[in-house]
């Protein structure tokens, strides 16, 4: 660490400031310890920066989360390591503050062994953002790291790759690499530094990002499964907005070749821009002749056997066929489970959430009824018509969507598609609700 250390203690307490204080004697001599009112916080701040900031936050104080929504946008800042002090705070205010950059939070009653500890994990925090900050200086004076987006440029592109490929293998640790490029449907494209910016703000900060040409990038995901895939590229789809997309190929590392692993994301990202906002899995690997062959999970071959949808509108088995489950292995097929309950988490489940509030809220006669599975429902009626919208799961990676309108017992309107789950994101879901529920609102105002 520093040779000088200083730590400044926030709170409009004076109790609590020197209760901190008396417990950071443990600290070298010749660090300091300094204090002052939220208030006076940036006026003190324009002198020095200090190593570390315990701030105090009690009953929800907002003054103490507008002083760190300030400091944070300030460039001198944003690398400085916070140390919360909750006393009588709401989840919501903590999530809010580990959003705006909290490095730890600390409970009431403080103890001093643990204030200790979590003081020096942040002045070791304080060391590490300088020594990363300096490094990363360094890699962008060589050119291996745009100065502009911080991201990895096209020059040292496989390099790096191989670099991170090695390391995972090394520590035994699980990776994926997107190949992502946006959309080219959408009449709005973003340009590649905005584009770049959406996707640095839906990953982690040990992920990255390589620049593979002008509109393709690489994103190494660390410690992550197919499933972890599957959600970056559903909140980067998501950040994007309505007016845009992307289109994605991944594949998670294992024994592959380098080469190898290069030419299927290269064909998957060209399979999955003949649809709109998909993710390509090309995931089973061999050698022929020296040449990479990539077995792409198809629908139409998957289900070309697959029974017409009788009139009766009957729900299939969510157990897959013996002649499905041949065309994966047992390990593709927990992945595709694991990726689909977190579809049902992070899409499925907010959307039901969502129109049931609205419904609820423009009118109190309806009667709705949502759950989420492998069988998944969201109905709203009111008298003798009823919508509904059915999501049956294959058990492999496709849903069965049923838009369904009874009048009377008579069907109004019956649509199915058969579609994969991976490019269900919150948009379309959202899109095709509420079309539905418009349509049912029109058959109740005829009837009225």
Same mark, same amino acid.
């Given at each position: 660490?520093?040779?000088?250390?200083?730590?400044?203690?926030?709170?409009?307490?004076?109790?609590?400031?020197?209760?901190?204080?008396?417990?950071?004697?443990?600290?070298?001599?010749?660090?300091?310890?300094?204090?002052?009112?939220?208030?006076?916080?940036?006026?003190?701040?324009?002198?020095?920066?200090?190593?570390?900031?315990?701030?105090?936050? @009690?009953?929800? &104080?907002? #003054?103490?989360?507008?002083?760190?929504?300030?400091?944070?946008?300030?460039?001198?800042?944003?690398?400085?390591?916070?140390?919360?002090?909750?006393?009588?705070?709401? #989840?919501?205010?903590?999530?809010?503050?580990?959003?705006?950059?909290?490095?730890?939070?600390?409970?009431?009653?403080?103890? @001093? %062994?643990?204030?200790?500890?979590?003081?020096?994990?942040?002045?070791?925090?304080?060391?590490?953002?300088?020594?990363?900050?300096?490094?990363?200086?360094?890699?962008?004076?060589?050119?291996?790291?745009?100065?502009?987006?911080?991201? %990895?440029?096209?020059? *040292?592109?496989?390099? %790096?790759?191989?670099?991170?490929?090695?390391?995972?293998?090394?520590?035994?640790?699980?990776?994926?690499?997107?190949?992502?490029?946006?959309?080219?449907? *959408?009449?709005?494209?973003?340009?590649?530094?905005?584009?770049?910016?959406?996707?640095?703000?839906?990953?982690?900060?040990?992920?990255?990002?390589?620049?593979? @040409?002008? @509109?393709?990038?690489?994103?190494?995901?660390?410690?992550?499964?197919?499933?972890?895939?599957?959600?970056?590229?559903?909140?980067?789809?998501?950040?994007?907005?309505?007016?845009?997309? +992307? &289109?994605?190929?991944?594949?998670?590392?294992?024994?592959?070749?380098?080469?190898?692993?290069?030419?299927?994301?290269?064909?998957?990202?060209?399979?999955?821009?003949?649809?709109?906002?998909?993710?390509?899995?090309?995931?089973?690997?061999?050698?022929?002749?020296?040449?990479?062959?990539?077995?792409?999970?198809?629908?139409?071959?998957?289900?070309?056997?697959?029974?017409?949808?009788?009139? &009766?509108?009957?729900?299939?088995?969510?157990?897959?066929?013996?002649?499905?489950?041949?065309?994966?292995?047992?390990?593709?097929?927990?992945?595709?489970?694991? +990726?689909?309950?977190?579809?049902?988490?992070?899409?499925? +489940?907010?959307?039901?959430?969502? $129109?049931?509030?609205?419904? #609820?809220?423009?009118?109190?006669?309806?009667?709705?009824?949502? *759950?989420?599975?492998?069988?998944?429902?969201?109905?709203?009626?009111?008298?003798?018509?009823?919508?509904?919208?059915?999501?049956?799961?294959?058990?492999?990676?496709? +849903?069965?969507?049923?838009?369904?309108?009874?009048?009377?017992?008579?069907?109004?309107?019956?649509?199915?598609?058969?579609?994969? $789950?991976?490019?269900?994101?919150?948009? #379309?879901?959202?899109?095709?609700?509420?079309?539905?529920?418009?349509?049912?609102?029109?058959?109740?105002?005829?009837?009225?």
């Amino acid at each position: 660490m520093a040779d000088v250390n200083t730590v400044v203690i926030v709170s409009d307490k004076q109790e609590l400031i020197n209760q901190v204080s008396s417990k950071l004697v443990l600290l070298r001599s010749l660090d300091k310890v300094k204090s002052c009112s939220i208030e006076e916080a940036q006026n003190m701040f324009d002198g020095f920066s200090p190593n570390v900031l315990i701030l105090h936050c @009690d009953n929800n &104080n907002v #003054r103490a989360l507008s002083l760190l929504k300030r400091l944070k946008k300030q460039e001198e800042y944003k690398s400085l390591p916070i140390l919360l002090i909750n006393e009588n705070c709401s #989840r919501e205010t903590i999530i809010e503050a580990f959003d705006n950059g909290i490095t730890d939070v600390l409970f009431m009653p403080i103890i @001093d %062994y643990e204030l200790l500890i979590r003081t020096i994990w942040c002045l070791q925090k304080n060391e590490i953002n300088l020594s990363i900050e300096s490094r990363t200086a360094f890699l962008t004076s060589l050119g291996v790291v745009q100065s502009d987006t911080g991201v %990895y440029t096209q020059k *040292y592109c496989d390099d %790096y790759l191989k670099n991170e490929i090695s390391q995972s293998k090394k520590h035994n640790q699980k990776a994926c690499i997107l190949l992502i490029a946006p959309d080219k449907k *959408y009449p709005n494209y973003k340009n590649p530094k905005d584009f770049i910016s959406i996707i640095k703000k839906s990953i982690r900060i040990n992920d990255s990002v390589i620049i593979k @040409d002008v @509109d393709e990038f690489y994103i190494y995901l660390q410690k992550t499964k197919l499933n972890g895939a599957y959600s970056v590229f559903e909140r980067i789809n998501n950040n994007l907005g309505a007016d845009f997309g +992307a &289109n994605a190929g991944v594949v998670e590392v294992q024994e592959q070749s380098f080469d190898d692993i290069k030419d299927a994301l290269s064909a998957a990202l060209n399979k999955a821009c003949e649809n709109t906002n998909s993710l390509i899995v090309a995931s089973d690997f061999y050698v022929k002749e020296k040449k990479p062959t990539i077995n792409f999970k198809k629908p139409s071959e998957i289900f070309a056997k697959q029974e017409q949808i009788k009139e &009766n509108d009957e729900i299939s088995s969510n157990t897959p066929t013996q002649e499905v489950k041949g065309a994966f292995d047992k390990n593709s097929i927990k992945l595709f489970n694991q +990726a689909y309950t977190r579809k049902l988490k992070v899409v499925v +489940a907010p959307v039901f959430k969502k $129109f049931e509030n609205i419904l #609820r809220i423009k009118k109190q006669d309806l009667a709705i009824n949502s *759950y989420t599975g492998n069988k998944s429902l969201f109905s709203v009626s009111s008298g003798d018509v009823c919508a509904s919208m059915a999501i049956d799961y294959d058990g492999i990676e496709h +849903a069965l969507i049923r838009l369904t309108i009874t009048d009377n017992d008579q069907k109004r309107l019956f649509e199915t598609e058969n579609i994969d $789950f991976t490019i269900l994101d919150y948009r #379309r879901m959202s899109l095709m609700l509420n079309e539905l529920i418009d349509k049912f609102i029109i058959i109740l105002k005829k009837k009225s």
